[in-house]
């Protein structure tokens, strides 16, 4: 494993390093006292897996195709943004407009998450994106989706709000939400319906979950007890009828 | 009983004598104007939108498609399409769609702008015997150049450049998504860029694996629904192009309609088949200069700051301040869309009413840039109803860096400016993606065509330039007393920066 400090340096030369040493080969790197640089796995691409100690800042792993980030605190906003493949995981919160437009691979965060998470993610056959994340959500969550999975779990229901905020999946045309818990229809978008899970979700949400209790030391039998809601659209053209031709 | 009260545009003919029931034109028509009866070619008029593909492929000339006769009753307020329009809401209670640019009679300023020549004092050059130099390069420039000497003695650049994208002549394609135009009709621009040595641009729908090999003459674009981007889309061509807006539809969406939606069209988007891909107005990461600098970054990164970041805006009513804010965010390149600008699905109420021209704009944005002493900091492209070379040389003066076509490129393949991109009928296969009518463009045949039209605008900027006496299009960029203006105000004079002729 190679160690890379962090402390002081811009992101610019920072990423650069982590490009150069991984296109040499480097497998595993811990990247030490990262202070809010951003772009950190940024379009990058291979196997390598990544620890980071310290917050990193904003766009981690955008575009990024393959590799494995861990974060050990907090993560800020657009993480996965236009993501392909790999994984992400954050053992704290995360901010807001996670896995805008994101294509493949998975987010796993233990916390909470803010707003516009998961919004415009895409799916086809087999390319599949999760996002999991344990806590809350903010608004919008899911806005616009056109494929993929987004799993909400609410595992520490530490104050009063609601699970999701409003906007819940509007302009959703593709895609599922699972939500651990339930969802108020007064908060979702026009565009999605609320149903109970049927057999073969419990299976796919159980495949799901069982990799994200692995990464943070859960009981997967505790996580899959609770109730599951599944949201999805409507309707393939939510917008369909409002042109004229 | 009737059908509809919205009135047919056009009537569609058959001189019955001259007609030899061959079928031809029922099997050109992409809209199903024509059927047969069992021993005559029958009619039905309200489909027909004047694409004349039925025309051109009737052996016998014996097909007309006249402009409908009928009208409503004459009213100076009250006009055809006002009228037809409310009764296409009242019956269908949608927004009327249309495609290409806006056919609104406002004043087109180009055609009050005329430009010099040379006589006597000055002499003009002869591009037929004489070198002329239409190469441009696009992309940051460095504020001063610093030399040092080789170990060879000799002086040599010492300042870094930032990545260009070379130019052979100063027009581009303007983005034109794979979704919105067949498959066929990208093929044909990215032929025509290869072999003029200048670029074509993806639009937002991903990137067909057939087009990857044109990577050296492609610009890929990424806009709010982030359609088949990833690192590899990333870095398939020379530069990346972040959509803000069209110039068509300023402030919202892109909404390509589920009928264009196929199967290869939702692999290389990756949403569901017949879905409506969605493109929301903003980018939801972006709602500031500084969110725009983030994502300008994220891409720099991705592509290893190796290729320019184009920032594509529609003309609009700030748009000066707005291309500052996008030079400092750290664009390359500004691609600036006038509202009369191309589009393959916007409401029509949209597109004839938002927006400002592309003439005010580049005036106003290269005046912004060059009053802030950051001009040098990106190129300028102008696009938005560009219909010759002497409206490209006109906005190269105003201040372009280059030119992008892209309805002028498509009336190349066979287009005639219909307006029904939306429907994905189009019959001559290019704003559609039905197998039976795509096979119809052959991109190895009408690349020639465009080939063809590009080389002549190329001759005619040559002889433009020719005539100003010089020879370079560099030095016709933003040299706007070469321009003098026709029956302009003095308030548009001045925005314009021109003189009046006579003067």
Same mark, same amino acid.
């Not at chain 1, 979700?201 to 159980?206: H, T, W």
């Not at chain 2, 529609?314 to 700030?318: C, D, F, G, I, M």
């Not at chain 2, 991109?443 to 065509?449: A, D, G, H, L």
């Given at each position: ?12 030369e920072?990423n ?7 296109s040499?080969?480097?497998k595993e790197?811990?990247l030490? #006292?990262?202070?809010g640089q ?12 990544i =620890?980071i ?6 766009d ?6 393959g590799? =494995?980030?861990?974060i050990?605190?907090?993560a ?21 407009v ?20 998961g ?8 390319q599949i ?5 344990g ?5 919008f969550f ?9 799993i909400l779990? #609410?595992?520490? #229901? ?5 699970? =999701?905020?409003d906007?819940?999946? =509007?302009g ?8 651990r818990?339930?969802?108020?229809k007064?908060?979702c978008?026009?565009e999605?319906?609320?149903h109970?899970?049927?057999?073969d ?6 495949g ?9 030391n ?6 899959m ?7 999805i ?7 369909g009828?409002?042109?004229?031709y | 009983?009737?059908? +509809?009260?919205?009135?047919?545009? $056009? ?9 030899i029931?061959c079928k031809?034109?029922?099997?050109n ?6 059927s ?5 070619v029958?009619?039905?008029? $309200?489909?027909c939108v ?10 016998e000339?014996a097909i ?5 006769? !009928?009208r ?8 055809f399409?006002?009228?037809r329009?409310?009764?296409?809401q009242?019956e ?6 249309t495609?290409?640019?806006s056919?609104?009679?406002?004043? !087109? ?7 010099d020549?040379?006589?006597?004092t ?8 004489e070198?002329?130099e239409?190469r441009t390069?696009? @992309?940051?420039?460095?504020?001063k150049l610093e ?7 000799k002086q040599?650049l010492?300042?870094?450049?930032p ?7 100063? $027009? ?8 919105? *135009? +067949? ?5 044909t621009l990215? *032929?025509?860029?290869?072999e ?8 937002? @729908?991903?990137?067909?694996?057939d ?5 050296d ?7 709010s629904?982030r359609?088949?981007?990833n ?8 530069? !990346?192009? *972040? ?5 068509a ?5 892109g909404?390509?309609?589920?009928e264009?939606i196929?199967?290869d ?7 569901p088949?017949g ?8 980018q939801h ?5 500084e969110?725009?600098?983030q ?6 990164e ?11 805006i ?5 748009v000066a301040?707005i291309?500052s @804010?996008?030079v ?5 390149i500004?691609?600036?869309?006038? $509202? ?5 699905a ?9 927006g400002?021209p ?6 106003? !944005?290269?005046?912004r840039?060059?009053q802030?002493g950051?001009?040098n900091?990106?190129?300028?492209i102008a696009?938005?109803?560009?219909? +010759?070379?002497?409206d ?9 860096d ?19 991109c939306?429907?994905g009928?189009c019959s001559? @296969?290019?704003t559609?993606?039905k197998?039976e009518l795509?096979?119809?463009?052959d ?7 465009l ?11 040559k002889?433009?330039l ?5 020879n370079a299009v560099? +030095? ?5 007393e ?5 029956g302009?105000d003095?308030q548009?004079l ?10």
């Open positions: 494993m190679l160690t890379i400090d962090a402390k002081g340096v811009y992101y610019r920072l650069q390093k982590v490009r150069e040493v991984v040499k080969g480097e790197i811990l030490k #006292n990262v202070n951003y772009y950190i796995g940024d379009g990058l691409q291979g196997d390598v897996k =620890t100690e310290g917050v990193p800042g904003n981690l792993a955008a575009f990024m195709d590799p =494995t980030i861990i050990k605190a907090n800020q906003d657009n993480i996965g943004n236009t993501m392909n493949s790999g994984k992400v995981v954050v053992h704290g919160n995360a901010g807001d996670l896995g805008y437009g994101m294509r493949g691979g998975k987010l796993h965060i233990r916390g909470d998450v803010g707003y516009r998470v919004i415009h993610m895409k799916g086809y056959k087999k994106p999760v996002i999991i994340a806590g809350k959500a903010g608004d899911g806005e616009y989706m056109a494929g993929g999975v987004l779990l #609410n595992l520490d #229901n530490r104050d009063d709000r609601h699970i =999701t905020g906007y819940l999946g =509007t959703m045309h593709g895609g599922t939400i699972f939500i818990g339930n969802v108020d007064g908060l978008g026009a999605v319906s609320i109970e899970p049927i057999k979700d419990i299976a796919v949400l159980k799901y979950l069982a990799e994200y209790c692995a990464d943070f859960l009981n997967l039998s505790d996580v007890s609770g109730c599951f809601k599944k949201i659209p409507t309707s393939l053209r939510p917008y009828n409002l042109y004229a | 009983m009737f059908r +509809s009260l919205v009135l047919p545009e $056009f009537l569609a003919k058959i001189d019955q004598v001259k007609c029931r031809r034109c029922i099997q028509c992409g809209w199903s104007v024509y047969w009866s069992g021993d005559k029958l009619i039905d008029t $309200f489909k004047k694409c004349l593909r039925c025309y051109h492929y009737c052996p000339e007309a498609i006249l402009d409908n006769p !009928v409503y009753r004459n009213n100076a307020n009250w006009g399409y006002n009228i329009n409310i009764k296409k009242a269908t209670g949608g927004i009327p769609l495609g290409m640019g056919d609104m009679p406002y004043p !087109v300023l180009f055609d009050s702008l005329l430009i020549a040379c006589q006597v000055n002499p003009s050059i002869d591009p037929l015997r070198p002329m239409l390069y696009l @992309g940051k420039k460095p504020a030399f040092e000497k080789g170990k060879d003695g040599k010492k300042t870094k450049m990545p260009q994208i070379k130019l052979e002549m100063p $027009f581009i394609f303007a983005p034109m998504s794979y979704g919105s *135009i +067949s498959l066929n009709a990208q093929k990215a *032929i025509a860029a290869k003029l040595g200048i670029v074509m641009n993806t639009g937002e @729908g991903g990137l067909h694996e087009i990857y090999p044109y990577r003459n492609i610009i890929v674009q990424v806009a629904g359609f088949g981007v690192p590899d889309y990333l870095n398939a061509g020379v530069g !990346v192009e *972040i959509k803000i807006g069209q110039g539809k300023p402030g919202i969406g909404h390509l309609p589920g264009k196929p199967l069209v939702a692999k290389t988007r990756m949403i088949i879905t409506d891909a969605l493109s929301p107005a903003p990461d972006i709602y500031s200069i969110d725009l600098r994502l300008i970054f994220a891409i720099k991705a592509t290893d700051y190796a290729k320019p970041v184009s920032v594509k529609a003309a609009v009513h700030n301040a291309a @804010g996008i400092r965010a750290g664009a390359d500004v691609y600036i869309d006038g $509202f009369r600008g191309g589009t393959g916007a409401p029509s109420i949209i597109r004839d009413h938002l400002i592309i003439e005010h704009a580049i005036a106003a !944005v290269d005046d840039l060059r802030e950051i001009r900091e990106a190129s300028i696009a938005g109803g560009i219909r +010759s070379s002497a490209a040389a006109k906005v190269i003066a105003l201040g372009a280059a030119v992008a076509l892209g309805t002028s490129a498509l009336i190349t393949m066979g287009c005639t400016v219909c307006g029904k939306y429907t009928n001559w @296969g290019i559609t993606q197998p795509t096979v119809r463009l991109p190895e045949v009408y690349s020639e065509r080939i063809n039209m590009i080389h002549a605008w190329s001759h005619e900027l002889e433009i020719g005539a100003l006496g010089i560099e +030095s016709l960029r933003g040299s706007r070469r321009l003098r203006g026709v302009l003095a548009t001045d925005i314009l920066g021109i003189k009046p002729a006579g003067r």
